[in-house]
């Protein structure tokens, strides 16, 4: 892979070049684009009678359009989909507005507020999948207790066994787990822009909205961008605390399936449906291909009409 | 009075926002913390206290450690824990040391192909590598290391390179070049270059990078699930998983199991805070 320039016969073989390149490269390429390209590749064969053969397209066409596949397929889709429209409806607006709290000028404890409000994004996902769990749980009743005690204690349910609520619960925990990646992000950016901006607007007679919408916005969009591009990546590859808290049927009758669990009940088994090595990679390809398009959508419109406002 | 709040700090109006923003960050703070702590001081509780006054503080009638002793008596903690501690020290390690040697590397001298790896490396920043499970799962076990700690370091070492190559490159990048050049003016290897004047300036940098690559390494369900399911080597996320999906219904133990998993990252997060947050908005991952 590296050519080192042979032209130059003054120069000996750049063999530092291959010591300090060489190990990174060979465990990446081993074990993360080989792996993918693998996938992908795979994704186009199919096991009949123990061989493998190549099949095209069809395992695609299999997930998107037979009974016994498209059904769950879209399932996973489109609950991904709301998954994603929560976090980006919910989690980023709070993360933005805590973020532009934080940052008002000379605020008592901003450090303090920053560390504790970050802190359950630092614990793994099962724990807080269990923790929800538990909080949530009508057996323990804490939550019902909650919201007895200021009145909305008829509104309770167990959110998370309900076809109709388990998702959005679910997608609430995340929420809850993550708005910390958000404020941060955006926090540094806002502490980045410089006095001398705000103060000019101030001077020129803008109230503090004023200065937030058309001075401060169009200067954190990049990061609001990043940000949500980053939630979207993450929201297609989620697995974790659909698992921890509903298994891998993500249960009730699928109500919490994303395609992580999608992906793995595939390419695992699950009760009597075998599991498959190339069904598991098309769906494998196909997360890959939603996850390429989201971020190529990034690169290409949203980061260039960004540009505008940057200096 | 737009004009003048800024010279008037102490003015009625402005004490009343600061009132408000104080009172939505607390607010939020409790939200962010109240789940944690109910777990935490109902895991020191019996069973009967739980269920009784589940927002009490323990106290010496109701105090326990019952579940501990549970937790710790069915289930090998200190194996979990110990074999976390590996994977994650081990792979952080070398995600440093090889992508530091990679980002000099890519920076500093220019070869063909340089740019093909630069755009390699980082595809991997946006591309999740648990996409090519299937393939790392058929590979794991074609090499015998399938329920092995060394599978689990391995794809960890290829998940963390591509945010430590791209981080330590922008970081390379403001070194002056001056340094170098002395240092090869006097017929200094490049090796040595690298490991005695590039790798000491490079630490702040490393140690923003070994932030970002440890904990997703320490929180991880997916590779210990697929690749190293066995009980000898369970890391603790896997461990605590498959002991509350046990003993669902212990609650006693479940919270002490969801405790144990706790308590040990708040108290290095609480240590490194300051390092995290300042790495975090330092720009490193703009």
């Given at each position: 892979m590296i050519q080192p320039k042979h032209q130059d016969e003054k120069k000996p073989f750049p063999w530092h070049l291959i010591v300090f390149l060489t190990p990174a490269l060979l465990i990446y390429g081993t074990f993360s684009v080989y792996p993918l390209l693998?996938?992908?590749?795979?994704?186009?064969?199919?096991?009949?009678?123990?061989?493998?053969?190549?099949?095209?397209?069809?395992?695609?066409?299999?997930?998107?359009?037979?009974?016994?596949?498209?059904?769950?397929?879209?399932?996973?889709?489109?609950?991904?989909?709301?998954?994603?429209?929560?976090?980006?409806?919910?989690?980023?607006?709070?993360?933005?507005?805590?973020?532009?709290?934080?940052?008002?000028?000379?605020?008592?404890?901003?450090?303090?507020?920053?560390?504790?409000?970050?802190?359950?994004?630092?614990?793994?996902?099962?724990?807080?999948?269990?923790?929800?769990?538990?909080?949530?749980?009508?057996?323990?009743?804490?939550?019902?207790?909650?919201?007895?005690?200021?009145?909305?204690?008829?509104?309770?349910?167990?959110?998370?066994?309900?076809?109709?609520?388990?998702?959005?619960?679910?997608?609430?925990?995340?929420?809850?787990?993550?708005?910390?990646?958000?404020?941060m992000l955006i926090?540094?950016?806002?502490?980045?822009?410089?006095?001398?901006?705000?103060?000019?607007?101030?001077?020129?007679?803008?109230?503090?909205?004023?200065?937030?919408?058309?001075?401060?916005?169009?200067?954190?969009?990049?990061?609001?961008?990043?940000?949500?591009?980053?939630?979207?990546?993450?929201?297609?590859?989620?697995?974790?605390?659909?698992?921890?808290?509903?298994?891998a049927l993500a249960g009730?009758?699928?109500?919490?399936?994303?395609?992580?669990?999608?992906?793995?009940?595939?390419?695992?088994?699950?009760?009597?449906?075998?599991?498959?090595?190339?069904?598991?990679?098309?769906?494998a390809t196909l997360m890959f291909l939603i996850i390429l398009v989201g971020v190529m959508l990034f690169l290409f419109f949203i980061q260039r009409r960004i540009q505008r406002f940057q200096f | 009075m737009t004009f003048l709040k800024g010279f008037l700090p102490s003015s009625p109006r402005h004490v009343s926002k600061s009132v408000t923003v104080h009172a939505i960050l607390l607010a939020y703070t409790v939200i962010a913390l109240f789940p944690i702590i109910i777990v935490i001081i109902n895991a020191f509780k019996t069973r009967k206290a739980i269920f009784k006054d589940p927002l009490g503080l323990p106290d010496s009638d109701s105090f326990t450690l019952a579940g501990f002793q549970e937790v710790l008596l069915r289930s090998d903690f200190g194996l979990y824990s110990w074999n976390s501690l590996v994977v994650t020290l081990i792979a952080v390690g070398l995600v440093l040391l090889l992508g530091a040697m990679a980002a000099w590397a890519l920076t500093?001298?220019?070869?063909?192909?340089?740019?093909?790896?630069?755009?390699?490396?980082?595809?991997?920043?946006?591309?999740?590598?648990?996409?090519?499970?299937?393939?790392?799962?058929?590979?794991?076990?074609?090499?015998?290391?399938?329920?092995?700690?060394?599978?689990?370091?391995?794809?960890?070492?290829?998940?963390?390179?591509?945010?430590a190559v791209y981080i330590l490159s922008e970081f390379v990048r403001t070194i002056p070049k001056e340094l170098t050049e002395a240092a090869r003016c006097d017929a200094v290897s490049e090796y040595k270059i690298f490991f005695c004047i590039i790798l000491p300036l490079?630490?702040?940098?490393?140690?923003?990078?070994?932030?970002?690559?440890?904990?997703?390494?320490?929180?991880?369900?997916?590779?210990?699930?697929?690749?190293?399911?066995?009980?000898?080597?369970?890391?603790?996320?896997?461990?605590?998983?498959?002991?509350?999906?046990?003993?669902?219904?212990?609650?006693?133990?479940?919270?002490?199991?969801?405790?144990l998993a706790i308590v040990p990252v708040l108290i290095l997060y609480t240590i490194f805070s300051r390092q995290l947050i300042r790495g975090l908005t330092s720009g490193a991952v703009k």
């Open positions: 693998d996938t992908l590749f795979l994704s186009l064969f199919g096991t009949q009678q123990g061989q493998s053969t190549f099949v095209g397209l069809q395992n695609f066409i299999t997930l998107v359009t037979d009974d016994n596949w498209s059904q769950a397929f879209w399932n996973a889709l489109i609950n991904n989909f709301k998954f994603f429209a929560i976090h980006m409806l919910i989690q980023n607006p709070i993360g933005l507005l805590l973020a532009v709290l934080l940052s008002s000028p000379k605020l008592r404890l901003s450090g303090t507020y920053r560390t504790l409000i970050f802190m359950p994004t630092m614990l793994s996902v099962v724990i807080i999948g269990f923790v929800w769990q538990l909080l949530l749980s009508p057996i323990w009743g804490i939550s019902e207790n909650f919201l007895y005690s200021i009145g909305l204690g008829h509104y309770f349910d167990a959110w998370l066994g309900k076809e109709g609520s388990a998702l959005i619960t679910l997608s609430f925990i995340s929420v809850w787990q993550f708005v910390g990646i958000p404020m926090y540094a950016t806002l502490l980045n822009i410089p006095d001398d901006i705000v103060d000019a607007g101030v001077v020129d007679g803008a109230n503090p909205l004023q200065t937030f919408w058309y001075i401060k916005l169009p200067l954190i969009l990049p990061t609001i961008a990043m940000v949500s591009i980053l939630t979207f990546v993450a929201n297609f590859n989620a697995f974790e605390l659909i698992y921890a808290v509903k298994g009730p009758n699928f109500s919490t399936d994303l395609m992580g669990t999608f992906f793995y009940r595939t390419f695992f088994g699950f009760q009597l449906q075998q599991g498959s090595a190339s069904m598991g990679a098309a769906v | 500093e001298y220019k070869f063909r192909g340089n740019f093909i790896i630069t755009f390699l490396f980082a595809m991997g920043i946006m591309i999740p590598i648990r996409l090519g499970t299937v393939s790392i799962l058929s590979l794991m076990v074609e090499l015998n290391l399938a329920n092995t700690l060394t599978a689990l370091v391995l794809v960890y070492i290829a998940q963390g390179l591509p945010l490079l630490k702040p940098a490393m140690a923003t990078v070994a932030v970002f690559t440890m904990i997703p390494i320490w929180n991880d369900l997916w590779f210990p699930l697929i690749l190293a399911p066995g009980e000898d080597t369970r890391t603790i996320t896997l461990g605590v998983q498959q002991f509350v999906g046990q003993y669902v219904t212990n609650w006693n133990s479940v919270l002490s199991a969801l405790t």
